[in-house]
């Protein structure tokens, strides 16, 4: 490859960069000529708008742009010391006034481009005081060529280049400004947007299903757009490529997962699941109805099944995640469930044994808790096939354990679910049909965005008769009357948490704070046993108090957010969460998940300990849908953050905004599943560009999965 011609040439070879420049771009992430030209405007100053000098009048408030003649910093009445500098047009000149900004003087200087906005008036004459400005050019950047223009002769075609234009601003650097930034743009910008253009991945038919313009027309557009009107339509360009590069990289995937491995064409005899779903004292919600058949139709298929079942706590993921595990067993093949912790795992075997007790099924459990001679028998069950419906920890997948014939494989996710985890039970069953639950509800742009490489099977329908948990939003003046109330419930049998945030990134100040407030509370609620758990007990030590909660021996537990886990605890009724604002919303919306479990009315407060409730807690205590939550988080957090909790490596977006954008979105997922369909390894010729553009997006992600 010519490096020198190519569009991943060093942005440093590019006219008017240079080494040291290039240094100061690559903090910015611009390595290449095309990084460059993806690096596109923050915002934009819209020039379109602006006034000649000649015309302004007393009482106008107006836009000029016109080149610094003098500047000067004056002392007027009392002190006050104004800064002045007289802006001239090829129309006229007029002074401009910033009192109180005497520092000023040091920025704004002889020879620049300003673009200023603000109130005429008349003080000696015209006058302009600016509520603000933004520097278009120094002198010596209008064109780095040396530039011999007359001063004079230049204002003219500054104002007419202007007029009518919108000034690109570009996120910069420390030694490198947004108007050197925009100046080596245009300087490079026709050569470079000659190049791009063959690299045009969508044909006109497809860009018209979505209205978007040719790429290099798009990025033309948002390095020098005439109007501020055809930006968005630009930025959508960006964003749908973003979007659907995503989505390739994600169907790429799918498509090794099912087929690296024949699936098992699970049998349509339904015996037991059908037995167990009939026993059911109740009707499936119409959610699990469709969930379950398209986990059916997946188990019978040929093909691996690589599915995320998602719904809120308490929706009835459970029910169904054991319908598909007697699926697995009537076809005399093994089903197991992974969850992340202990106390889960003992959870579900409870909840599976009493469930599948209707159809004559034990499950059996595997945990690192196990005695050697017991750990020894459930190997041995696994391996002969005697043990058909297994419920464990990590302790499934260790390099001893042998199944006889897995048929489906279930993972309670809560949060944990990783690279790692997938590839582990990749190996631990090689055919094996995979069901991902998660109780973390995410919208679905966010979940296409994500696990856009599983199926999603969404229970958005909570079972009836459910009586939400009473949630409120409170100031530190009612804690005494609150503290009253959970007195009363806890005297009635009932239990309650009082949860605290992490305090400070050091845990040993937080051990504090939580030690002193677990002291505090025995004080107060004298007569009850008050637990405490915090991030410095040793997991051992975690379970063991939540197995005294479970039993009812502790009635109030203190915590941090450990707690978050998606433990069961019927009894339990309220739930205070200590200064709330500092929580997510999806953080909130699990700890309120805590309680309400049980046939008792339930009751959850945010504290707030600022002068008032940010909105993040006024959307908390409207709701209990916690897919409407997730979609308010996403909108009030950005997505940014929520990147920030992914799990496998998915680069962050940077043209896509991920509500905003849904239509794309599913443009994009529907458009990379049809091509992989189709062309699974992209080798027509029509799709090269597209395995190209791939490898150089997401070429560390392929890899990883590969391994994943
Ligand atoms: P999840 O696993 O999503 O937290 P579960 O499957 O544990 O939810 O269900 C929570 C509770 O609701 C359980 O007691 C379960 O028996 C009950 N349940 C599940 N589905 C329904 C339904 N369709 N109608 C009524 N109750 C249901
Ligand atoms: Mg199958």
Redesign the pocket.
Known sequence: MNVGSSIYRPVQFLKTVGPRRAERFARLGVLTALDLLHHVPHRYEDATTVARISSLEPGDEATIIGRVVSTGVIRARRGLRVFHAVLRDATGQIECAWPGRPWLERTVRKGQLLLVTGPVRFYHGRQMQPREHTLLEERDEAGDEADSESAAGREGADRESAAGRVFPIYPATEGLSHRQIRAIVRVNLPTLLREVESREPFDPGWRSELGIPPLREALETLHDPTALEDVEPARRRLAYEELFYLQLLHARARHRQRTDAVGIAHSGERRLSEAFLRGLP????HA?ERAWREIEADMERDVRMYRLLQ?????????IAAAAMLKAIENDRQAVLMAPTELLAEQHYR?LTELMAEVGVEPDILTGSLSVRERQRALERLASGEARAIVGTHALIQADVRFAAPGVVVIDEQHRFGVEQRRVLREAGERTDTLV?S?TPIPRSLALTLYGDLDLSV?DEM???RTPVTTGVRGPESREAAFQFLESQLREGRQGYIVYPLIDESEVLDLRAATEMHERLSERFAGFEVGLLHGRLSGAEREDVMRRYLAGEIQLLVSTTVIEV?IDVPNATVMYIEDAERFGLAQLHQLRGRVGRGSYPSYCAAFYSGKEPPERLEAFARTTDGFELARADLRLRGQGNLFGERQHGVPELRFAELERDSDLLEHAWRKARKLVASDPKLERREHRQFARDLVERYGRSEALYEVG
């Open positions: 109740f009707r499936l919600t699990q719904g809120d706590v308490a929706s009835g993921k459970t029910v909840t639950m109780a229970l079972p009836p008769g998606g």
